[in-house]
């Protein structure tokens, strides 16, 4: 489709626009959209990523459960209020205290993610590496499943399956 | 070691080297680290976060890295030290202006800095010219490993690393590429690589300069995403997609302005070099975005064979830098003006604080002895 201003470049931006339930339609390309000032403001910063997403958490009235909300942590007495304030945890156990409230904050910046898949130390304990290399391995199974490489797929269900024995 | 032993040069991460280095400037990797054992620094007393401090600062001293480390203790030092760390990209705006007891190790060529005390305990950079992402990944890995022989890391199996900040969880890791995009800009067409940035789930900052229209042209992208992917996986996305497409964008704009807007690019060059060549006082955002004209000039030249009037003139330049062989202005040149005459650059170079007409005066200055060294093959 050509772009309805320059009529030379392909329409890549489309804009539909509903006044007093009359519906106009627009298609323009990149180039034209900057020159309307009508181009897509793109670049979210994390600290602002952050604090929109806490901003869509729900407020503390809002927490289905009443004990949550009244929530310390006994390792460092941090809250969740404090958590709406300061943006940042009070220690790491943070993370299994307030782990309701966390992980859909947690799934909304990490892309839907809520599962390590890298790095473990070399000081974790044996079992919590091997579990770590399984969950790596499980991963990366489902993505070669998604993607159709059953070659690959089949490699990696053969690794799982010496890892497990 | 003080600062004013690499404050009146730059290193090697920004001397123009480096693979595809006419776009991609430098490559870094940052990781997140807390240690075991300690409540994240938010909960810290004063007294807890000196504690921290001294083991993580010996830990640092002790490590072998082939190179000089020395260390700077940030809530300690003079405003002007904190803003040239900045300026530097050897600490983070937060860690200059935070709170309580804080410090960075840095290397003395550059490529590694720990900044202890930041938003997490401890956070390692590893920074190299162009497009080096794999390199900076394996260093910085070998580093970590090191570090985690002498120290345990908070960490839990389902979620990774542990940060203080819920952004950072997993493996911690930001990669992040400067990259000069001058020619996206002025053919306005900038937009497209924010918009491709987002439709990557990536960050981009503007450098040098107020806002995310940086007046360098110098914009910074990282990753976002730091839990359920590996960081082999989030290196090999940025080197196979995402710099091949950035590069692709940049490089089409810049063979568009050759061919079909050759007169503003030679508009753009000419300004910059008879601006920067007379001036005699000018601020920090007009000098930067001049020389990142004089920087798209002489890449053309060396990258794409480009020679129209204005880029032929600029190669004629000689580089006051190498009186002797007179090379022609080099990237290198051009970056060390680029952060030489950057304003804490400029202030701890002169010794004691100047005041904004001053500093503009002595910016032009420099520049102006930059770039008028006379081609002796031509007298």
Redesign the interface.
């Known amino acids: 489709m050509q772009c309805q201003i320059c009529h030379k470049n392909d329409a890549t931006i489309h804009l539909t626009e509903i006044v007093d339930g009359a519906r106009t339609e627009m298609h323009i390309c990149?180039?034209c959209?900057?020159?309307q000032d009508i181009?897509?403001?793109?670049?979210?910063?994390?600290n602002e990523?952050?604090s929109n997403l806490l901003a869509v958490q729900p407020s503390e009235d809002e927490l289905a459960s009443p004990s949550e909300r009244d929530l310390v942590c006994p390792?460092?007495?941090?809250t969740l209020a404090?958590f709406r304030k300061?943006?940042?945890?009070?220690?790491?156990r943070?993370?299994?205290v307030f782990e309701k409230t966390?992980l859909p904050?947690?799934e909304k910046?990490?892309?839907?993610?809520?599962?390590?898949?890298?790095?473990?130390?070399?000081?974790?304990p044996g079992d919590?590496k091997k579990?770590?290399e399984l969950?790596?391995l499980r991963?990366q199974l489902d993505a070669a499943v998604q993607s159709e490489d059953y070659e690959l797929a089949a490699k990696l269900r053969d690794k799982i399956k010496q890892s497990e024995q | 070691m003080e600062l004013t032993d690499i404050s009146n040069d730059i290193n090697e991460w920004f001397d123009g080297s480096g693979p595809l280095s006419d776009i991609v400037v430098s490559s870094r990797i940052r990781l997140a680290r807390n240690l075991a054992g300690y409540k994240f620094l938010s909960r810290c007393s004063n007294n807890e976060k000196s504690e921290i401090l001294d083991k993580l600062r010996d830990i640092m001293m002790s490590l072998d890295l082939g190179d000089k480390v020395f260390y700077v203790s940030v809530d300690k030092a003079p405003t002007l030290n904190k803003h040239f760390l900045v300026e530097r990209h050897l600490i983070s705006r937060h860690h200059a202006f935070g709170k309580g007891p804080r410090g960075v190790v840095i290397a003395q060529r550059e490529f590694f800095t720990a900044m202890i005390n930041e938003e997490d305990h401890l956070r390692i950079q590893v920074l190299k010219a162009g497009c080096q992402i794999s390199q900076c990944a394996r260093q910085i890995n070998r580093i970590d490993d090191m570090i985690e022989k002498k120290v345990s890391f908070a960490f839990n199996p389902r979620y990774g690393y542990l940060t203080a900040c819920p952004t950072n969880v997993g493996t911690g890791i930001r990669v992040s590429v400067m990259l000069h995009l001058p020619a996206l800009k002025i053919t306005g067409q900038i937009e497209k690589f924010f918009n491709a940035a987002k439709d990557m789930n990536l960050a981009v900052r503007g450098l040098f300069g107020e806002g995310t229209e940086a007046a360098s042209d110098l914009y910074q992208l990282s990753n976002q995403t730091t839990l359920g992917v590996s960081e082999e996986q989030i290196v090999s996305r940025f080197e196979k997609t995402i710099i091949p497409e950035i590069v692709e964008y940049e490089n089409a704009a810049r063979s568009q302005l050759l061919r079909k807007q050759s007169d503003v690019l030679d508009d753009k060059i000419s300004r910059a070099m008879a601006l920067l060549q007379n001036a005699h006082l000018i601020s920090s955002q007009e000098a930067l975005f001049l020389l990142s004209h004089l920087r798209l000039g002489i890449n053309m030249h060396r990258h794409m064979g480009a020679s129209t009037p204005a880029i032929e003139k600029l190669h004629a330049l000689c580089s006051a830098d190498e009186p002797d062989k007179a090379s022609p202005l080099s990237i290198a040149t051009i970056n060390r003006l680029f952060m030489l005459t950057l304003p804490a650059h400029l202030q701890l170079n002169y010794g004691k604080p100047l005041d904004s007409t001053h500093r503009d005066a002595l910016r032009a200055q420099i520049i102006r002895s930059a770039l008028n060294q006379q081609d002796p093959r031509k007298s």
């Open positions: 990149e180039q959209a900057v020159e181009a897509v403001k793109s670049h979210i910063p994390i990523l952050l390792n460092c007495g941090f404090q300061e943006g940042v945890l009070g220690c790491p943070d993370y299994e966390l904050l947690i910046a990490h892309d839907s993610k809520t599962a390590h898949c890298g790095k473990v130390p070399s000081k974790a919590t579990q770590m969950l790596s991963q």
